[in-house]
């Protein structure tokens, strides 16, 4: 995880996606697992692992901007975590995982 990397420490990708699409599919993964992961399927247990993965990155990005890392924050890239993060709620609850 390259989060808190300078950029010139990052591989550079050699296919050619966007960096909000990739923030997308790395937050989907993570909450589509945690949801996986916990015992108890409820609507409420999904607005926690949701709402916990969405402060994750939130705090990934601030760390971004005030950290000698030559990186920023970007509210993009949060709202791309967060389309990503309610992609694998749904795609849970449409799914049966409940």
Do not use: C
Request: glycine share 8%.
């Amino acid at each position: 995880m390259g989060s808190l990397m300078p950029p010139q420490q990052i591989e550079k990708l050699t296919f050619s996606l966007s960096d909000k699409l990739i923030h997308g599919l790395y937050y989907a993964t993570l909450t589509f697992f945690w949801l996986l992961s916990t015992k108890t399927h409820t609507t409420q247990k999904h607005i926690q692992a949701g709402v916990s993965v969405f402060f994750l990155g939130l705090a990934l990005e601030i760390m971004q901007d005030v950290l000698p890392v030559q990186r920023e924050m970007d509210f993009l890239d949060v709202f791309a975590n967060t389309v990503g993060i309610s992609i694998a709620i749904g795609t849970a609850r449409f799914l049966g995982i409940r």
